[in-house]
């Protein structure tokens, strides 16, 4: 959890790097030559029009696919040199939830636990889904909650996973003004005990140390 | 191996929700081979003869009839780019996977052959030697068509093409399988058939694997 960390692992400077990033999909060309970095307790807001390609540079940034030039670096080190370790420091959050229809939303919370390789308690499991509101709905199969509560779930899921680097598209759809400002502040905690954020929106975020990047 | 079982427990109690699924594969692999006798009638000999190839066509069928959800659901609702982006390799959730299928689709065929077979007429020893081959080949059946249900992830009109990609491959271990089974039955050795369904599978478990989390990687991509 991100109470867990200590002080120490604070002072230890993650960065990712992208450097000369060229994406092509099909038979368009989206961007080209495209450089990001980005060090701890910083965030990266990208903006753009649809289908500038936001969600193909975060797809490029965690490695699901490939750029057609440049490289992706996770400090200092290619992403594709060591994947597992990458993917430990990770979490990506897509458009889809991600999250079983018929399993319980404390099943789906500890499944991630399991796959993801995080130690997680019950206890822990249950707090960190009712501090998003889901009290008195962990028992309850995932296809009974509205598509707010799911993002919720998600939030959750982003509380256990004790990731380095979130990669969020779109995290803000679907949740209500409330929610917003949870998940807002959930970043903001992230970015304190210095984390790495790059997320996707089309709404004003109102988080410190948010560099917008536009497309 | 954590990281097996964790995908296999999940898958299996994904299935415990939803039975209906699986389900209808096992009940179309004991209805398809009860209506042979029905048809055929009551000419005991024929049965005997027949009952080897029409249990295995079946039982090949069936396990075609579920295999394209071994990857589907989780290519949909995005949790196959969540295991993809897991610090656990892919090839290992892949086997969890083929294990967790095996499990639902093929184990219960084991264990429905002999009541199947008696259908047939078939003699203790050849419910034996039955038993054996699929036990043998069903796992097969599971791994071959893994390759198939992850090349055809994402394509439409996906379980017509996964037939015609995985059945020509299925043929060495339905001749090897039925072939035991004739082979006990007119009193020959069948030995040899079983060293071949046990070296087909072998080589299935070394290689399938990789094969399969190489295909599920593309189509994510």
Known sequence: MIDNISPASRNLDYVLEARGLTCVRGERLLFSD?????????????RG??????TSLLRLLTGLSKP????????????????????????????????????TTLENIQMYA??????????????????????GREDLPVHCLSAGQKR?????????????????????????????????????????YGGLVVLTSHQEINIPNVQVFDL | ????????????????????EVLTALFFFV?????????????????????????????????????????????????????ALSPRPMVLFVAGKILAHWIVCGLPLVLLAPIIGIQFDLDINSLYVLMGTLLLGTPVLSLL?????????????????????????YIPVLIFGAGAVYANSVGLDTSGHFSLLGALLILALAFVPWVSSAAVKIAIE
């Open chain 1, 114 to 135: 399991t796959l993801d390789d995080v130690p997680l308690t019950q206890d822990k499991a249950l707090s960190a889904l009712w501090r998003f509101g889901l009290r």
């Open chain 1, 34 to 46: 495209l450089h990001v970095r980005l060090s701890s307790g910083n965030c990266l807001h990208v």
């Open chain 2, 1 to 20: 191996m954590s990281a097996v079982f964790s995908i296999v427990r999940r898958d299996l109690l994904l299935v415990m929700r939803r039975k209906s």
């Open chain 1, 152 to 192: 919720r779930v998600i939030m959750a899921r982003m509380l256990t996973r004790q990731a380095k680097l979130w990669i969020l598209d779109e995290p803000f759809n679907a949740l209500d003004i409330h929610a917003v400002g949870e998940l807002q502040n959930l970043i903001a905690e992230h970015l304190q």
């Open chain 2, 31 to 83: 209805v398809v081979t009860s209506l042979f006798p029905l048809g055929i009638g009551s000419d005991a000999a024929l049965l005997r003869k027949i009952a080897p190839g029409v249990i295995w066509v079946a039982a090949l069928l069936s396990t075609l009839l579920g295999l394209h959800r071994m990857f589907a659901a989780d290519y949909l609702d995005g949790t196959l780019e969540q295991l």
């Open chain 1, 68 to 103: 057609e030039a440049g490289e992706v670096l996770w400090c200092n080190e290619l992403i594709t040199a060591n994947p597992l370790a990458y993917h430990r420091a990770l979490l990506f959050s897509g458009h889809r939830d991600a999250l079983k229809d018929d399993l």
């Open chain 1, 49 to 54: 029009e649809n289908g500038v390609g936001k």
């Open chain 2, 145 to 169: 068509g893994s390759i198939g249900a992850a090349l055809t992830l994402g394509v439409r009109g996906a379980s017509v093409l996964l037939s015609l990609l995985i059945l020509p491959l």
